[in-house]
């Protein structure tokens, strides 16, 4: 039986994710939480090399079907090998990025057929969905400045108006996932937004979090 919490972050590129995470990862550490943290494309052997191949700049013949099969490919092996069998010890699972990337990335971003995604990500993930998901909100202009010193990836190379329709279909997962997702604004102060996503978890999941001491 599942009895941990997937707790998922979600926005575009250099929307302060892995710098959430980190600062979650100090206040559960701190708390005594037991967790695991993986990141999406990735977190198992298997997924890390579908990762390098999706990532790859030089892989510009890549069909936006396939791309979307691989990334589901990552996750149902992610899912299987690592998420499940944390959470079925009680374990805290954090991820960055799960099926909602899908979603806005395939489906908003390249055109893809929504409801087939969904029928992709529920194979993938055996019908696995996060208790929560944070969906840090940035202005595309705004993530590229921050990620300036970095090389840009397949996936970033995208542009400006790519990661405005990822923006706008994170708006739309949202809509339609109102219990599960939280749209954080990604512009404020990394102490704010980690005191904000703090707070909620502890509102949502204290009783359950505090018996995995
Ligand atoms: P992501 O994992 O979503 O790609 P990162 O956490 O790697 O994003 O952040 C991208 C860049 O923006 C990093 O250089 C990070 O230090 C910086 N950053 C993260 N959060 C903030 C914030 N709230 N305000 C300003 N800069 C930030
Ligand atoms: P990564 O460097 O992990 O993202 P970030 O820059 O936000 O830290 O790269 C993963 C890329 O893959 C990112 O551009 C989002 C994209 N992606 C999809 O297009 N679909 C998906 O299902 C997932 C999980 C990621």
Redesign the pocket.
């Known amino acids: 039986m599942i009895t941990g919490k997937l707790i998922t972050f979600e926005g575009i ?2 929307s302060g ?2 710098t959430q995470i980190k600062l979650l990862e100090a206040e559960f550490e701190k708390s005594g939480i037991s967790y695991k943290t993986f ?3 990735g977190g198992t052997k298997l997924s890390e090399k579908i990762r390098a191949m ?2 790859d700049k030089e892989n510009i013949e890549l069909y936006s079907n396939a791309e979307s099969l691989l ?1 589901a490919a990552a996750r149902a092996q992610l899912t299987a090998e690592q998420i499940k069998p944390a959470l079925t010890k009680g374990e805290c699972v954090i991820c ?2 799960f099926t909602d ?2 979603i806005a ?2 489906g908003y971003g390249r055109g893809l057929n929504i409801n087939k995604l969904e029928l992709m990500n529920a194979i993938a993930t055996d019908g696995l969905i996060p208790d929560v998901t944070f969906i840090l909100d940035i202005d595309p202009e705004k993530a590229s400045e921050r990620m300036q010193t970095e090389a840009a ?1 397949r ?2 190379s995208g542009g400006i108006d790519f990661f405005q329709k990822i923006r706008q279909g994170y708006y739309q997962i949202r809509e339609q996932n109102q219990s599960r997702c939280i749209v954080i604004n990604g512009e404020k102060s990394q102490k704010d937004i980690s005191e904000e996503i703090h707070h909620i978890i502890m509102e949502r999941f204290k009783k359950e979090l505090s018996c995995s001491y």
Do not use: I, V
Request: charged share 40%; no cysteine.
């Open positions: 590129d250099g994710k892995s990141r999406e494309p999706l990532l990334f960055d990025r990337s899908t990335y395939q990836d996936m970033e």
